[in-house]
């Protein structure tokens, strides 16, 4: 899942999907409106979210698996919040946020945005909704065109969009550069001549540019160094704080999501294993996997490191391939809970606790779902390798 090299609104060449993320086309055409949500109705809703890449062989391209890269997940996002969204590198997690944003076509599930279905939605009847939903991308180096100067980047959605800022185009471009952190005398530079956090903020600038209502953010700090890391977090939360933006932050460092998001949603192999708040994430995780991430975020208090601070869990074996995931649960051949029901059912995501779910039958600090089945998987394997 890498970062495209030319993304939304970058130029006037033909677009290609990863342009449209910014501007649609350069088509012109009514922006068309989209209903607010009702009070207590999510601003975006999945619904069974489905991406399955083909994989083909042989001279005729003939069909021989597909990668299930996310199969089948649901979740909601109501307007101001932050949700987080982590998981091992391949779990899926950047499939999601380009499905959401429309950047690919969903192979089965619906999205919906502001009570309208848009899982399907063509070129022209997706251009109103590209001016609510943004995507920050995770390369700072190549998700911007160094043929561009900065004023050019930060502006193609107005032209894109055909919109006209109160002022002119250059002035909003530079009052957004402004907002981000970043001189109003940079318009003029090119992508090469900043460091990888002013990069990012440029990215960011361009995602603000049209005022969206939902920012979509892929690994937003995983290439930039720690101490600019925290500058662009901290840069994103004043921002959402000012604009009263929505934010699904894909990461995974488990610090990162802790400070920014309001909910956190665990993936594992294109599920969603565990969503909840953030406090009850870390207090009182459910998921086995969940709990093996949490023991993996270091201790930074030496006295707590001194008294043992956190169990530590290392995972046995490596994340099962996409094309072919194991039965049932997706987590029981690396689970040290797992038992026969593990391999042959796979749990759904259900409600354990009040605003917590997780799909685990033998789950942490909950009952069973599947009481009664103790036998251990690996217990099982050690009694037949002598035989």
């Not at 449209?20 to 979210?49: I, Y």
């Not at 990215?203 to 930039?224: H, M, N």
């Not at 934010?247 to 610090?255: E, M």
Request: charge should be neutral; proline fraction near 9%; aromatic fraction near 4%.
């Amino acid at each position: 899942m890498t970062n495209p090299a030319k993304t939304p609104g970058e130029g006037s060449e033909p677009q290609t999907p990863t342009e449209d993320a910014a501007g649609a086309t350069a088509e012109s055409g009514p922006l068309g409106t989209l209903t607010e949500p009702r009070e207590g109705e999510p601003l975006l809703k999945v619904s069974g979210l489905k991406k399955h890449f083909p994989v083909t062989k042989g001279l005729f391209k003939r069909q021989v698996g597909a990668v299930l890269a996310v199969d089948g997940i649901d979740f909601e996002v109501r307007a101001g919040e932050t949700l987080g969204v982590v998981g091992e590198s391949g779990c899926g997690k950047s499939t999601m946020g380009r499905l959401i944003t429309r950047l690919l076509e969903p192979t089965a599930g619906k999205v919906d945005f502001e009570g309208r279905d848009i899982t399907h939605l063509g070129v022209s009847a997706m251009r109103p909704m590209r001016r609510d939903v943004q995507m920050i991308f995770q390369d700072p180096y190549s998700s911007l065109n160094p043929r561009h100067t900065v004023g050019s980047i930060i502006s193609a959605p107005f032209k894109l969009q055909g919109v006209q800022p109160e002022g002119g185009v250059k002035k909003e471009v530079q009052r957004l550069l402004g907002v981000v952190g970043l001189s109003p005398e940079h318009y003029n530079r090119y992508p090469h001549e900043f460091s990888g956090g002013q990069r990012q903020r440029i990215g960011i600038a361009r995602a603000l540019a049209l005022s969206p209502k939902l920012v979509v953010a892929d690994e937003p700090v995983s290439a930039l160094d720690v101490s600019i890391q925290a500058q662009v977090v901290n840069l994103l939360d004043d921002l959402q704080e000012e604009l009263g933006l929505t934010y699904v932050i894909i990461a995974h460092d488990l610090s990162v999501i802790r400070h920014v998001s309001d909910r956190i949603a665990v993936m594992y192999l294109g599920k969603i294993v565990e969503i909840t708040d953030r406090q009850s994430l870390y207090d009182t995780p459910m998921h086995p996997y969940t709990r093996a991430l949490l023991s993996a975020v270091p201790v930074p208090d030496p006295r707590r490191k001194a008294a043992g601070g956190r169990e530590r869990i290392l995972l046995q074996g490596d994340v099962p391939s996409p094309m072919n995931p194991p039965s049932g649960c997706r987590f029981h051949t690396r689970c040290w809970k797992a038992t026969e029901v593990c391999r042959t059912k796979e749990p759904p995501l259900v409600s354990l606790a009040p605003g917590h779910q997780t799909a685990c039958h033998h789950p942490e600090n909950a009952p069973d779902q599947e009481p009664g089945d103790t036998k251990l998987l690996r217990t099982a394997a050690a009694v037949k390798e002598p035989s």
